[in-house]
Nanobody, 125 residues
C-alpha cells in the first residue's frame, strides 16, 4: 500500500521560511517523478514544483515561486522536500506531494497516481 505523508507546515509570518517533507512508503521514489501541489481557499489545485525520477536532473517550478522555493529528493530515505523561503501571503494553502510514473514531472495533477493528505501552510502579514 502506497502512502505519502507530508509534514512541516505551520503558521508563519511573511518573509519566513518553511521546509516541507514528504515521506513515501510502499514504493521507491527513485523510480518516480515527484511533485508538490497546493490548493488555496477558493482556488483550483496548482502545480508548485516537480522533480524528475532518479537523480532529479529536471526540476520545474510555477513562476510565482521560482527563486524562492526549492525542491529536492533523498532517494535513500525515500523523502522529497520543498524548501520555501521568503514566504508571502499568497503562498497560504494546503500543500500536497504526489507521485508520477512519468520521467519528467508533469504539471497536470491527473498524471500523478498517488497523493498525500496535505499539510497546511499559513502565511500572515
Amino acid at each position: 500500500q502506497v502512502q505519502l505523508v507530508e509534514s512541516g507546515g505551520g503558521l508563519v509570518q511573511a518573509g519566513d521560511s518553511l521546509r516541507l517533507s514528504c515521506v513515501a512508503s510502499g514504493l521507491f521514489i527513485d523510480d518516480y517523478a515527484m511533485g508538490w501541489f497546493r490548493r488555496a481557499p477558493g482556488k483550483e489545485r496548482e502545480f508548485v514544483a516537480g522533480i524528475s525520477r532518479g537523480g532529479g536532473s529536471v526540476i520545474d517550478y510555477v513562476d510565482s515561486v521560482r527563486g524562492r522555493f526549492s525542491i529536492s529528493r533523498d532517494n535513500a530515505r525515500n523523502v522529497v522536500f520543498l524548501q520555501m523561503n521568503s514566504l508571502k501571503d499568497e503562498d497560504t494553502a494546503v500543500y500536497y506531494c504526489a507521485v508520477s510514473s512519468a520521467l519528467r514531472p508533469p504539471k497536470n495533477g491527473f498524471e500523478y497516481a498517488y497523493w498525500g493528505q496535505g499539510t497546511q501552510v499559513t502565511v500572515s502579514s
